[in-house]
């Protein structure tokens, strides 16, 4: 079987989301297949960074889309078709959204989750016309690959409700292959190793952790109200740490802070190493992910995998990730207190037992989730559409 991939993710610069399954999907695959033949599409030649299976049934293109404003759409709707016929795979697999619809093979599109089709941005500078395009590409392209695919995998099954419900696919068109995680996050107890990675961003001892990205739908905000609202001495004895995939929110966030008066207890971190992100995980009190909707919610499992107790939003995918190894909160509104997330946060932090019980629940529940299942079954998923 001869399976192309649309590989672009792999040289992209922005960590998480598409990246990060792109990466760790193919690298299982590279580990676990040894039958099939892959073509790696990939949009730009790839760096010393890229992770490239050295497997010999791996083989890469680079196929760019260079054209101002319709480079990506021509690249991904002509180019990508006519060079997949060309090496005459037998299955093409879109695994970020949107996918070519001129193919002559087989089709399979991972749709993560149905954010795209119903969630609007809030926009914090004027949009330019190729954020519309691009905007516009992304909203009706996904329905179209939906309708034209073999089959759709997602991964979860709250995706996959929404999926079925949305765009009206049948449920037997839709399979879920749950991500999963890189090895790299663990425990690490090594005393020297956490108290260097707090000394190279100026950390305290003792710290909360959240997330952040160019998405207001992490949330983020919600957490520095929430923070806000601690009683004075639980803010004097935790920083709270943003680390930032994108810097897009980072003016509108510090002006709260600012409003706040939590300039010297919140530090916001960018551009941080997969190795400091594990280091910056071991070393929190606490993860708080109080996201609006989630398609899977990966960071959740790689906070777990490290040890570190987890406080989330009660929505979406979350609930069926962390199973009982997380505190689970019901109002993340934004634009209130965030009353209930403020009294949850404080009661991990002030309860030694519950914080260790979430942390061997979150070791446990993190082990469920392995890249190599998720390769298994999405090989399996190939094979039922050619069987078709």
């Known amino acids: 079987m001869k399976i192309g991939i649309d590989a672009r993710f792999l040289t992209h610069p922005q ?9 760790n999907l193919i690298s299982a695959l590279a580990e676990i297949d040894e039958d ?25 293109r680079v196929i760019p889309g260079k054209l101002p404003i319709i ?13 997949a016929t060309k090496d005459r795979v037998d299955l093409f697999h879109s695994p970020c959204l949107s996918a070519p619809l001129g193919l002559k093979c087989a089709l399979s599109v991972t749709i993560h989750d149905m954010i795209w089709f119903s969630y609007q941005y809030t926009e914090t500078s004027p949009v330019s016309l190729k954020r519309k395009l691009m905007n516009w590409y992304y909203y009706i392209i996904p329905q179209l690959a939906a309708r034209k695919s073999s089959l759709i995998l997602t991964v979860s099954k709250a995706s996959k409700d929404r999926i079925t419900r949305e765009l009206g696919v049948p449920d037997e068109k839709v399979i879920v292959t749950y991500e999963g995680i890189n090895q790299n996050f663990r425990q690490i107890s090594n005393v020297d190793e956490l108290r260097r990675i707090r000394m190279k961003y100026n ?9 952040g990205s160019a ?33 897009y929110l980072t003016k509108v966030l510090k002006r709260q802070v600012e409003d706040l008066g939590l300039n010297e207890r919140v530090r916001f971190l960018s551009q941080v190493s997969d ?29 777990m995998a490290c040890g570190t107790p987890v406080i989330a939003a009660n929505n979406s995918s ?47 529940q993190a082990t469920l989730f392995t890249w190599y299942r998720c390769a298994r079954e999405t090989i399996d998923a190939y094979r039922s559409i050619l069987a078709k």
């Open 203 to 211: 950390l305290s001892s003792d710290y909360i952790m959240g997330i």
């Open 215 to 247: 998405d207001p739908r992490k949330n983020i905000s919600g957490l520095v109200q929430a923070y806000a609202h601690l009683p004075v001495n639980l803010k004097t004895a935790y920083q709270l740490v943003i680390i930032w995939t994108n810097t």
């Open 318 to 364: 979350i609930p069926e990730i962390v199973g009982d190894a997380a505190i689970l909160v019901n109002d993340v509104n934004p634009k209130g207190n965030c009353e209930e997330l403020s009294q949850k946060i404080g009661q991990i932090l002030s309860n030694t037992a519950l914080q260790e019980t979430l942390t061997r629940r979150g070791l446990k």
């Open 36 to 60: 099939n033949s892959y073509f790696l599409y990939l949009d730009r030649p790839p760096s010393h960074h890229t992770k490239l299976p050295k497997q010999h049934n791996f083989e890469y």
């Open 71 to 83: 480079g990506m759409p021509t690249r991904e709707q002509v180019n990508l078709p006519y060079i």
């Open 15 to 23: 960590r998480g989301g598409f990246k990060t399954y792109s990466e």
């Open 275 to 303: 190795e400091d992100l594990v280091l910056l995980y071991n070393g929190a009190s606490l993860f708080a992910y109080p996201t609006l909707r989630e398609g899977f919610g990966l960071p959740l499992l790689e906070a």
